[in-house]
């Protein structure tokens, strides 16, 4: 109801003659990390469901003063801490790619909205990979800042040493639009003093279609080729910065000597998590509890945190000589990767921002590349690289000097306009009405006729192909089987489902599909074939409308 006040009044501004710029009126989420004085911060954790900001967070004030319409708040991995996006009040958001898989984290329900354009654009917040994780996920842009170009007062604390937060979008211009209105100094903040005395990057400005032309980036080597990145991965990645050539960019391999034991013992979380949160509780009069300890001993958390609060909470001194090293290792991670960017003189350091497929629900997931930014403070952007021959999405990495932000999304863009990868999820096709639309149905070619009758249909948001085969006048004994082939110019054709056995003369029934047999059976590169003594029946299955 809030929401359609809001949008009501701001299409009245608009027919006055007001417009206050390009998010004027337009809708968008927020990760449930962010301070809105008329809902909940819960963190996606029971036990602060009832905790209400007195105040909003400095980004969420200049979005409403943008004009944006914030419709609601997603989901997020509890409190942030983890990257598969389970929490205590939200439960366990899924990949609109693939449902079966996990979306990224912490902001996976950000990523999982944008991607199945519930909003525009949203927010989310990044303190190890929690932008870039689920935006490489979901085939979108999100950009982790420079370490206090934003401000990330009123965000639920994870730590403030690396806590960043920022937009996540499907195109690079909303990116850019988003980043406009939400970007700058502001004295709640003590990093966005980095700005003090310098320009505040204006990123719509630096939309360059050829920013690509004579541009310099380093791939590094160790993180696409290496034992722990998938060859899927590799694949993708390379043609992704095969087009970044063609566009005029020269890619040149790197290396940063020592990289694994470089970042080691480079993280704050665990020096900050206890304390930031008990400070930012303390602001908050009416908080249901006032420490993580007594979250823990609520029990109000989900299983899949409990040992990582625990480990977390039984930290007693915020300074240590353990922190002060950690921070002089931080210090040395920075100069070497800024010693490579100014030795190959380079625009942007490039790698997989997953170096794996994201994993199944309840599987472990590997291959995070989140420290270099996040250990550092330096600006990454995750852009859509391309999809795996399984379907799902994969990301590129760029990162940059500090505030070096605006030439990173100049990067985006270029690549975008010469190669560009958006591609919908299948799962989440445009609402009918207000309802799911119905199933898509499949006709053959050659169509149905005396000898086999094919009753296909696609429920898209289940991903499930139901069907029912007749072979007519076939003696079920000479049935070996029915299958569903995969056929193209580029590969052999081979079987990918099955539908019916042998003897099976009326196999029906219904099966899910994996996101790659979707996008197969409606783009046409399935073939119905049915297996008899007779000989063998092929017949070319297409949608009948375009969903």
Not at 200 to 210: H, Q, S
Not at 342 to 369: C, F, H, K, V
Not at 514 to 524: A, E
Request: charged share 20%; hydrophobic share 40%.
């Amino acid at each position: 109801p809030l929401a359609r006040r809001q949008a009501e009044a701001l299409d009245e501004e608009r027919a006055a003659g007001m417009v206050r710029g390009p998010l004027h009126g337009i809708p968008i989420l927020m990760k449930d990390n962010y301070d809105m004085d008329w809902m909940p911060t819960t963190g996606s954790s029971l036990a602060l469901a009832g905790l209400r900001p007195a105040d909003n967070a400095y980004q969420v004030a200049r979005l409403l003063d943008a004009g944006a319409v914030i419709l609601g708040k997603t989901n997020l991995h509890e409190l942030a801490a983890g990257i598969t996006t389970i929490s205590s009040l939200g439960g366990q958001t899924r990949n609109p790619y693939d449902p079966r898989r996990n979306p990224g984290g912490s902001s996976g329900g950000t990523g999982a909205a944008v991607a199945a354009s519930f909003a525009a654009v949203a927010w989310g917040s990044d303190t190890c990979g929690s932008i870039r994780i689920p935006a490489s996920v979901h085939n979108l842009f999100g950009l982790r800042p420079t370490k206090g170009l934003s401000s990330i007062d009123g965000i639920l604390p994870l730590s403030h040493t690396q806590d960043t937060g920022g937009p996540l979008a499907r195109t690079v211009t909303d990116l850019a639009i988003a980043l406009d209105a939400t970007v700058g100094r502001d004295p709640a903040d003590p990093a966005t003093a980095i700005l003090d005395g310098r320009q505040t990057p204006v990123f719509r400005e630096a939309l360059d279609a050829n920013a690509l032309q004579g541009a310099r980036v380093g791939l590094l080597e160790t993180w696409v080729s290496g034992s722990g990145t998938a060859g899927s991965v590799t694949r993708v990645i390379r043609d992704a910065l095969s087009e970044m050539e063609a566009a005029g960019a020269t890619v040149v391999d790197v290396e940063i000597p020592d990289l694994s034991g470089l970042l080691a013992n480079t993280g704050m979380i665990d020096f900050d998590f206890k304390f930031d949160l008990a400070d930012y509780l303390a602001g908050v009069p009416d908080a249901p509890v006032r420490s993580l300890g007594e979250i823990i001993e609520a029990g109000l958390h989900h299983e899949a945190l409990d040992g990582t609060f625990r480990r977390r909470n039984a930290r007693e001194l915020r300074d240590t000589p353990e922190l002060a090293e950690t921070l002089e290792r931080r210090r040395a991670l920075t100069a070497a990767v800024t010693d490579l960017l100014n030795r190959e003189d380079l625009d942007a350091l490039a790698y997989p921002t997953m170096r794996q497929e994201t994993a199944l629900i309840g599987a472990a997931p590997t291959g995070s590349t989140c420290l270099l930014s996040a250990h550092t403070g330096l600006p990454a952007l995750s852009i859509p690289a391309g999809f795996t021959g399984s379907g799902l999405p994969v990301g590129l990495e760029l990162l940059g000097r500090p505030l070096d932000d605006a030439r990173l999304v100049a990067l985006a863009f270029a690549h975008e306009s010469a190669a560009p990868k958006r591609r919908a999820p299948l799962r989440t096709p445009p609402l009918v009405n207000g309802a799911p639309p119905p199933p898509v149905q499949i006709d053959t070619d050659p169509p149905n006729d005396g000898r086999v009758t094919a009753v296909l249909g696609v429920d898209l948001p289940a991903g499930r192909l139901s069907y029912r085969i007749t072979l007519s006048g076939t003696d079920p004994a000479d049935v070996y089987g029915v299958v569903l082939r995969r056929t193209s110019d580029e590969e052999e054709p081979v079987v990918v489902l099955r539908l019916g056995g042998p003897g099976e003369a009326t196999p029906q029934g219904a099966v899910p599909l994996s996101p790659r047999l979707l996008r197969n059976i409606l783009d046409g590169s399935l073939e119905l074939v049915a297996s008899t003594s007779a000989g063998i029946d092929r017949r070319r299955l297409s949608p009948s409308t375009r969903p």
